[in-house]
């Protein structure tokens, strides 16, 4: 039974039981002798509620009144032990949000010239292997050409994705970060040539990001990723890098 609804419920059953005796009182006013003889109506009352007739409508009232205040307290510590069982679940098989792949699509230049629709872009595919609900707030994407030192010269193609969502255990989802077409053609197209003629590469396209999610306690994790595209094989590697790569 849901607690809010309890006082209505109480005041319904009251009604119910107080009625007929309330009835009976107006009954013995009427039937009463008037002037200064009449008895007192509430002296009337009183004897007819606590007549022998009425004895068990009043004990079956007050039986009923315990009765509900002793399921109230029940349903409030049921309800109290739920809000921690539910607690402790959340703390024991925790969601954990991971990056399962990242694709470039179109993979090389040459399929993005057949296309001809002008669009690159990077699908990175989420999912929840944890055991309870993941509560997906933001997920920051980037795509940035490095040098070979490590450091960063230049972001292709960046992205804040700020709609919630929810990821279910085993659930997945897809995010889309989309890249100028024709300057990361110049781009890739430079590496590919360098690959096939087997000179220095001399840019790192990586796809980095952040996935800020929260538990069914609220406590904010994240997980972050870091993909460095590999022109030889045509698909992103992971980066072994703890500050890069990580789940909290």
């Known amino acids: 039974m849901n607690l809010r609804r ?15 005796l309330i009835y009976g009182q107006v009954d013995a006013s009427r039937a009463a002798p008037q002037g200064d003889t009449a008895p007192n109506p509430s002296a009337v009352y009183l004897a007819r509620l606590f007549s022998p007739e009425n004895l068990p409508t009043v004990a079956l009232f007050l039986v009923g009144i315990f009765g509900i205040i002793v399921a109230n307290g029940t349903l409030h510590a049921i309800e109290e032990q739920s809000k921690i069982s539910n607690a402790i679940l959340a703390t024991q098989f925790r969601p954990r949000v991971i990056v399962r792949s990242v694709k470039l699509d179109p993979s090389s230049c040459a399929i993005y010239d057949r296309r001809g629709d002008g669009s690159w872009k990077i699908e990175v595919l989420l999912t929840n292997v944890g055991g309870t609900l993941s509560h997906v ?19 292709v193609g960046a992205q804040t994705l700020d709609e919630p969502f929810v990821l279910r255990p085993g659930d997945r989802h897809s995010l889309e970060l989309k890249l100028p077409g024709d300057k990361f053609r110049t781009i890739l197209h430079a590496m590919e040539t360098a690959f096939a003629n087997h000179t220095t590469k001399l840019v790192w396209p990586t796809c980095r ?15 972050g990723f ?23």
């Open 6 to 20: 309890m006082p209505r419920f109480i005041a319904i059953f009251i009604l119910l039981f107080a009625a007929p």
């Open 226 to 248: 870091a993909r460095q595209w590999e022109i030889e094989t045509k698909h992103f590697k992971l980066i072994d890098d703890p500050e890069n790569e990580y789940t909290d």
């Open 209 to 223: 990001g952040t996935i800020v999610y929260h538990d069914e306690n609220g406590f904010e994790r994240r997980t």
């Open 137 to 155: 707030q933001r997920c920051d994407v980037s795509f940035d050409l490095y040098a070979e030192n490590g450091s960063p010269y230049e972001t």
